[in-house]
């Protein structure tokens, strides 16, 4: 099954250069979808037990991490000026008016649903067991697309969504950096416990 294999490879690196040139959040996410599906077959393509399971959680976290994004795409479009990305952020502040806290939290759920593929902690288990793939889909899990397209949403999110003036000194940053502090010890103490090379790895990308 080469063939097929290397066709998805390649549709992988055409999906994320999508999400790198996404003008807006919607194209973004469209792409953020279309690699999912273009990279689960990639996790499962030997076929044992172990890929199948692993591709099965992989895509399971992946569809729950989507919908959560969703929601926070969805606030964006009610609240925001422009779909497009502005550094700043887009939201229209004389708009929310009572309704910070509830954005907050909608804030929180989009950073924790595209920080699924960035595997930050508690939702970056699927990535150590996924190293049951083939070396070079590790490598694209890893230092190419997957984990590298959740941290580059998450700063799309948050610097040309709803923009730090907005989050800064919030609850929600406090929140959220606590989550980031605790994904990068336990991936760092992991990683140094770990002996399967590529589970090492896994775990050393989810503290980067």
Same mark, same amino acid.
């Given at each position: 099954?080469?063939?097929?294999?290397?066709?998805?490879?390649?549709?992988?690196?055409?999906?994320?250069?999508?999400?790198?040139?996404?003008?807006?959040?919607?194209?973004?996410?469209?792409?953020?979808?279309?690699?999912?599906?273009?990279?689960?077959?990639?996790?499962?393509?030997?076929?044992?037990?172990?890929?199948?399971?692993?591709?099965?959680?992989?895509?399971?976290?992946?569809?729950?991490?989507?919908?959560?994004?969703?929601?926070?795409?969805?606030?964006?479009?009610?609240?925001?000026?422009?779909?497009?990305?502005?550094?700043?952020?887009?939201?229209?502040?004389?708009?929310? /008016?009572?309704?910070?806290?509830? *954005? %907050?939290? =909608?804030? $929180? !759920?989009?950073?924790?649903?595209? &920080?699924?593929?960035? @595997? #930050?902690?508690?939702?970056?288990?699927?990535?150590?067991?996924?190293?049951?793939?083939?070396?070079?889909?590790?490598?694209?899990?890893?230092?190419?697309?997957?984990?590298?397209?959740?941290?580059?949403?998450?700063?799309?999110?948050?610097?040309?969504?709803?923009?730090?003036?907005?989050?800064? /000194?919030?609850?929600?940053?406090? *929140? %959220?950096? =606590?989550? $980031? !502090?605790?994904?990068?010890?336990? &991936?760092?103490?992991? @990683? #140094?416990?770990?002996?399967?090379?590529?589970?090492?790895?896994?775990?050393?990308?989810?503290?980067?």
């Amino acid at each position: 099954r080469r063939q097929t294999f290397f066709g998805f490879y390649t549709m992988t690196y055409g999906v994320t250069l999508g999400i790198a040139f996404a003008g807006n959040i919607l194209t973004m996410y469209c792409f953020y979808e279309l690699l999912t599906l273009v990279t689960v077959p990639l996790v499962m393509s030997t076929l044992t037990r172990e890929a199948v399971l692993a591709s099965r959680k992989y895509f399971y976290y992946s569809l729950g991490g989507a919908a959560f994004a969703f929601i926070g795409m969805i606030f964006l479009i009610m609240y925001g000026d422009s779909i497009e990305f502005i550094y700043g952020g887009v939201l229209n502040l004389s708009a929310i /008016g009572s309704s910070k806290n509830l *954005l %907050l939290l =909608i804030y $929180v !759920l989009a950073f924790m649903g595209f &920080g699924v593929k960035a @595997a #930050i902690c508690p939702f970056n288990s699927w990535l150590p067991q996924a190293g049951v793939a083939p070396t070079p889909v590790t490598a694209l899990l890893h230092a190419v697309a997957v984990v590298k397209s959740g941290a580059f949403a998450i700063i799309r999110l948050t610097y040309f969504g709803f923009g730090v003036e907005f989050l800064k /000194g919030t609850w929600s940053q406090h *929140l %959220l950096q =606590i989550i $980031v !502090l605790f994904t990068i010890v336990y &991936g760092c103490s992991m @990683a #140094i416990k770990e002996t399967h090379i590529k589970r090492r790895l896994a775990y050393s990308t989810i503290s980067n």
